[in-house]
Nanobody, 119 residues
Framework: QVQLVESGGGLVQAGGSLRLSCKAS????????VGWFRQAPGTERELVAA????????YVTDSVKGRFAISRDNAKNLVYLQMNSLKPDDTAVYYC????????????WGQGTQVTVSS
């Protein structure tokens, strides 16, 4: 079982930056890929970025490429989502989720953190 806790959300003006953090409670953090998802009202949850256990393999969805970056610190059991040049369309609840390297699904989810970008 992996518990995940997000932090770092808030209200920011368009063009601003936020850094989200995801803290995991597991002794085998390196065995888990972590993804950041977001869900705006009335929309489906979408994968924004993901990183493998080593931190070398990364994915960022096209709509945020060049503005968002994902990274991890395995010594601290943390995954970050650096969000720059934020737009009102980035407003959503952001969730981190973990997937074991042998698994196919993200089985463990945090409670989410709200990001609101004002125009």
């Amino acid at each position: 079982q992996v518990q995940l806790v997000e932090s770092g959300g808030g209200l920011v003006q368009a063009g601003g930056s936020l850094r989200l953090s995801c803290k995991a409670s597991t002794y085998t953090f390196i065995n888990y890929a972590v993804g950041w998802f977001r869900q705006a009202p009335g929309t489906e949850r979408e994968l924004v970025a993901a990183v493998d256990g080593s931190g070398r393999g990364k994915y960022v969805t096209d709509s945020v490429k060049g503005r968002f970056a994902i990274s991890r610190d395995n010594a601290k059991n943390l995954v970050y989502l650096q969000m720059n040049s934020l737009k009102p369309d980035d407003t959503a609840v952001y969730y981190c989720a973990a997937r074991h390297r042998a698994g196919e699904r993200y089985d463990f989810w945090g409670q989410g953190t709200q990001v609101t970008v004002s125009s």
